[in-house]
């Protein structure tokens, strides 16, 4: 991969690094069910007046936005506001992985080797470090946010198999498909919101706008669309269909990090040492768990050995396609599977 390529790799995990704290600010001002929704209708209105469906079935796209959009970010962003720190959750949004690695064996029938296996309990393992940690902070009221970011990386791995069965039936087309899949969040976000939080918390929430926070959570709820969603999304997707994705994938490990440090610098947040290294602990264990080894073939390329995927990208649908293959296990929040080229190349391969 040439230097250009890949600082527009870095660029994407500081994009989506960035997220965490741009979502922070956005919930200042706004309740959180009520900023999803809104975060998607903005999405939604001008893909559906602009961009074709895809040919998938629109159940596989249901099944994607409810699980991506609407479990992973109700989720996390009720986690957020009710004290989750920023830089943590990035961290513990990584669960999506091993839960998208068990999902697709109980659900897709995929296999679970041993590197993954053991990658899957490193991961676990760290997460629980956290949250034993958490529990002994505040009475334990600090337990509370962590098991709500815990839903959310389960509710992307949902939305991970709807992706997978979106792009088995209609590869090829990763960004419109997640275009797309904006689209269902925003009327059961919007009830969700209503019953919950209440119109008057509603109304309340576009008062003061034009105060130094409101200008600030409109900025965070702009950069969290247009930066790491549409920009994010689209060069993250370019980068896939250009590399194989164990050439790419290992940056997306950069997210937390970016995270991390952003929420440090930007919101005076501190990760303590002991988070930091069960931290530390779930990022080896998604390596791990996410990655696959194959015997070499001959060829001019070989095939994708690696998927890497459950990085916090907190507010980012995957852009790239999934692998058709039932042999491989799709555990993406990221990076995904197997970009379609990288399929077309390993199927000449074993011809």
Known sequence: MPIRDRLLAVLVAVCWGLNFPAIHVSLEQFPPFFLVALRFTLIAVPTVLLVSRPAAPWRWITLYGLGFGVLQFAFLYLAMSSGMPTGLASLVLQSSAPFTVLLAGAFLRERLTARQGAGILLAVAGLAGIAVHRASLDGGAALLPVLLTLCGGLGWA??????????????????????????VPPLPLLVLSLTIEGPARIAESFRGLDSAQ????????????????LIGSGLWSALMGRYPSSTVAPFSMLVPVVGIGASWLLLRERTSPT???????????VLLGSTRRRTPTAGPRQPDAATTSAVAMAATPSPRPVSPSPSVVVAETLTGAPTAADSTDSASDRR
């Not at 988070?275 to 264990?285: F, H, T």
């Open 275 to 285: 988070e930091l290294a069960w931290g530390a602990l779930v990022i080896v264990g």
């Open 158 to 183: 949902v939305g991970n198999l709807g992706n997978r069965l979106a792009m088995q039936a209609d590869p090829g087309e990763p960004f419109r498909l997640m275009l797309w899949m904006s689209v």
């Open 214 to 229: 409101g200008l600030l959570a409109v900025a965070g709820l702009a950069f969290t669309v247009v930066v790491a969603t």
